[in-house]
């Protein structure tokens, strides 16, 4: 098997490890408390990762300090808004509606650069941020427009919507001149290092207040599981993809998130697909093609 051949195989996997996140989460949210399952993960996958960052992390030791606000922000937003508040939301909300919803982020990606950065928008992207939005106010309502009139909406819904727009926050941030010439195993890890920090505190109030933590076999399966799974092996094979086969093909097996996410929902935790659910993935999926491909170019980015 050649390298290149290799790489489309791994990347056939890819989005499913990072969409696992969701379902993953929510299974787990039967062991394990919220903000602690966000801790674990995040600490875990760090722990997972310093072998392979800790050299350039000695290397770049000063340069990283110098961005330590930055990167503790980086933290908040990725590991505790995009963690810990994920599965707090996903309490009130299945593990389809989130999928979704989530796979928005790279429109919410678009707007900032828009708004923020001047970045020039196209009728096209227009039409698939417009398309994007309308697909999750399907989704959120339920395809009942009495629930959005009546103001009835689910706050599970509302999260997931709240952490993809964060998520594109922490997206923008990362490509921020100053984090460029740091290896990106490092600054991944430093990342995660500082998010898994931050959640001490969620960690520790809600193993004095609401439950300790689990022992149980199947609570530390699900916690290794989102690590490896949901963290280590999806950041690695993106890194792969890009080094391999470039950052074009690679994001275009992104798209590929609401498939795998959805599927799983389903078979796994026997969630019920709906008709507003087959509508709102057909928007925002086209809606984030839309928006997000760069066609004739060969290059696309997404979140």
Known sequence: MSEQTRAYVILAFMPL????????????LEFVEPWTQAFWRWGLASVILLPFAWAGIRRNADALLAQW???????????VVCGGFVYLAL?????????????????????????????????RQIAGIVLAFVGVVVIVMHGELQRLL???????DLGIAFAAFAWAIYSVLLRRPSLQGFPTTVLFDVIALSGA?????????ETVAVAPVPLEAAAWISLIGLAIFSSVL??????????????????????????????????????????????????????VILATAQFGRRVAKAA
């Not at 490890?17 to 787990?28: I, Y």
């Not at 009546?150 to 599970?156: A, K, T």
């Not at 992104?254 to 019920?272: I, N």
């Not at 509508?279 to 999926?285: E, I, N």
Request: proline residues 5%.
């Open 69 to 79: 606000r930055l990167i503790a922000l980086l933290g908040f937003l990725g590991m």
């Open 197 to 205: 920090v931050l959640l001490i505190p969620f960690m520790a109030w």
């Open 91 to 123: 309490r009130h909300t299945t593990a389809t509606n989130a999928t979704l919803i989530y796979t928005t982020s790279p429109v919410f990606v678009l707007v900032l650069e828009v708004l923020f950065r001047g970045q020039r928008v196209s009728l």
């Open 234 to 287: 999806p950041f690695l094979s993106y890194q792969y993809g890009v080094k391999v086969v470039g950052p074009s093909i690679t994001s275009a097996f992104l798209y590929l998130l609401p498939v795998y996410g959805v599927l799983m929902a389903v078979t796994f935790l026997g969630e019920e697909f709906h008709t507003y659910h087959a509508v709102g993935f057909v928007l925002v999926t086209a809606g």
């Open 150 to 156: 009546g103001l009835s909406l689910n706050p599970g």
């Open 17 to 28: 490890f990072f969409s696992s996140n969701l379902v993953l989460g929510r299974a787990a």
